[in-house]
């Protein structure tokens, strides 16, 4: 079993940034694709990026190019850099880490909110 906690949300005016974390409690070794989520108010969750064990990197077409997405093993950590923040971006975001197992975990999640 995997346990997950995001960190790092908060309130940021437009074009701002801020950098998620979420740290797993098992090695994040024994995880196959982690990739971070969001839901806005009244909306569905939608995926917002993900990557792969070996580091392949995948974006949703709204966040490409201002987002950042990264794992840094030796921490068991996933990040989430966000730039340019806009205020359709305002979201609680929750990562995601998918097992070998073909089970999947996610944290509970972090909210952020861009001001205009």
């Given at each position: 079993?995997?346990?997950?906690?995001?960190?790092?949300?908060?309130?940021?005016?437009?074009?701002?940034?801020?950098?998620?974390?979420?740290?797993?409690?098992?090695?994040?070794?024994?995880?196959?694709?982690?990739?971070?989520?969001?839901?806005?108010?009244?909306?569905?969750?939608?995926?917002?990026?993900?990557?792969?064990?070996?580091?392949?990197?995948?974006?949703?077409?709204?966040?490409?190019?201002?987002?950042?997405?990264?794992?840094?093993?030796?921490?068991?950590?996933?990040?989430?850099?966000?730039?340019?923040?806009?205020?359709?971006?305002?979201?609680?975001?929750y990562c995601k880490?998918?097992?070998?197992?073909?089970?999947?975990?996610?944290?509970?999640?972090?909210?952020?909110?861009v001001s205009s």
């Open positions: 079993q995997v346990q997950l906690v995001e960190s790092g949300g908060g309130l940021v005016q437009a074009g701002g940034s801020l950098r998620l974390s979420c740290a797993a409690s098992a090695s994040i070794f024994s995880i196959n694709g982690m990739g971070w989520y969001r839901q806005a108010p009244g909306k569905q969750r939608e995926w917002v990026a993900g990557i792969t064990r070996s580091r392949n990197t995948n974006y949703a077409d709204s966040v490409k190019g201002r987002f950042t997405i990264s794992r840094d093993n030796a921490k068991n950590t996933l990040y989430l850099q966000m730039n340019s923040l806009k205020p359709e971006d305002t979201a609680v975001y880490a998918d097992l070998f197992d073909r089970s999947a975990y996610w944290g509970p999640g972090t909210q952020v909110t």
